[in-house]
């Protein structure tokens, strides 16, 4: 809503957390929600070992109009002046250029992202993690369409491979996690424990590829490999930016283990949440989903200004 206001004191709060409990909010746009967790476990590493509450929230159907001496501006710059700043549309528009991603790629990435997500939907994947708000039980998917309904949508740029079914929705979200030291007595419960992480710098020019290089750079940190790693969650701003982040990496397109239940091109891409609601997935897919101990997972966003934030993840039991 706009300076001031602390969420995560407000939060905490509204919870019936005592007083004593503090909150800090912090910015990494895309990328927010999962930083927030992963400063929550440097904290932890630091040898602060209080259990944590952390995760994301956007609400982007509340935001105020804001403006500068009178004009107004959608959002603050992400770059300086002598630098890119492109917005994320016209950012993903160039990366889909500059890689040669095609308008069929795009769009058979958000058909498929959609399939998975109605799929999951309809088996009740979605009910453990979920908590009811104002009467919806459920996270509202994007709207099925066919092969040739999604051909049908215009190009948001003269000549371009954007369109509205290959790129996210602006949508509200929240998701939060516990973080606690190892040490903890789990009374047998299983859980994620945080193997490695990383968060880079990229051209600011083209942020869409800011995922990849965090993951490479996290996947490094533990000595691993992208084929070592059983599932991930990649945060799909748009379709060519997702299929940009898997090209880097060596992965399919249609590899089963990235985002099997959906993702943001299904569901919306609430920014400040979004990289929590990856590793809530995780928990999910890994945990739930009775992953034995040792499996690992990945969970990573793309940030504008050209940054790229990504965790590696093992299931303990």
């Given at each position: 809503m706009g300076p001031g206001g602390n969420p995560a004191r407000v939060t905490a709060l509204a919870a019936g957390l005592d007083a004593s409990v503090p909150g800090m909010t912090l910015d990494r746009q895309c990328g927010s929600g999962l930083a927030a967790i992963l400063d929550a476990v440097t904290a932890i590493r630091a040898g602060d070992a209080r259990l944590r509450l952390a995760g994301g929230v956007e609400s982007a159907s509340?935001?105020?109009?804001?403006?500068?001496?009178?004009?107004?501006?959608?959002?603050?710059?992400?770059?300086?002046?002598?630098?890119?700043?492109?917005?994320?549309?016209?950012?993903?528009?160039?990366?889909?250029?500059?890689?040669?991603?095609?308008?069929?790629?795009?769009?058979?990435?958000?058909l498929r992202s959609r399939a998975r997500a109605f799929a999951a939907g309809n088996r009740?994947?979605?009910?453990?993690?979920?908590?009811?708000?104002?009467?919806?039980?459920?996270?509202?998917?994007?709207?099925?369409?066919?092969?040739?309904?999604?051909?049908?949508?215009?190009?948001?740029?003269?000549?371009?491979?954007?369109?509205?079914?290959?790129?996210?929705?602006?949508?509200?979200?929240?998701?939060?996690?516990?973080?606690?030291?190892?040490?903890?007595?789990?009374?047998?419960a299983a859980g994620l424990a945080v193997i490695s992480h990383a968060t880079v710098g990229c051209d600011p020019s083209l942020?869409?590829?800011?995922?990849?290089?965090?993951?490479?750079?996290?996947?490094?940190?533990?000595?691993?490999?992208?084929?070592?790693?059983?599932?991930?969650?990649?945060?799909?701003?748009?379709?060519?930016?997702?299929?940009?982040?898997?090209?880097?990496?060596?992965?399919?397109?249609?590899?089963?283990?990235?985002s099997s239940d959906g993702g943001a091109l299904a569901f919306g891409h609430p920014w400040g949440a979004s990289g929590a609601i990856s590793i809530v997935r995780l928990f999910s897919r890994l945990v739930r989903g009775g992953s034995p101990a040792g499996s690992l997972g990945v969970a990573a966003a793309s940030v504008g200004g050209g940054m790229g934030v990504a965790a590696v993840f093992e299931v303990v039991r």
């Open positions: 509340t935001a105020p109009v804001r403006s500068i001496d009178g004009q107004p501006y959608d959002r603050a710059p992400f770059a300086p002046a002598g630098f890119a700043d492109p917005d994320m549309t016209q950012a993903a528009e160039d990366l889909a250029s500059a890689m040669g991603i095609s308008r069929i790629r795009q769009d058979a990435a958000a009740g994947v979605f009910e453990a993690e979920l908590v009811p708000l104002g009467g919806l039980s459920r996270d509202e998917a994007a709207p099925a369409v066919s092969p040739a309904t999604i051909g049908r949508f215009a190009p948001l740029f003269p000549s371009g491979t954007l369109t509205a079914g290959n790129s996210c929705r602006i949508s509200d979200g929240a998701a939060l996690v516990a973080v606690a030291p190892s040490s903890l007595d789990r009374g047998g942020p869409g590829l800011g995922a990849a290089l965090a993951i490479r750079t996290a996947l490094e940190y533990a000595d691993l490999t992208v084929a070592s790693i059983s599932a991930f969650e990649i945060v799909e701003a748009f379709a060519a930016q997702l299929l940009a982040v898997l090209e880097v990496l060596g992965i399919d397109d249609d590899d089963p283990r990235v």
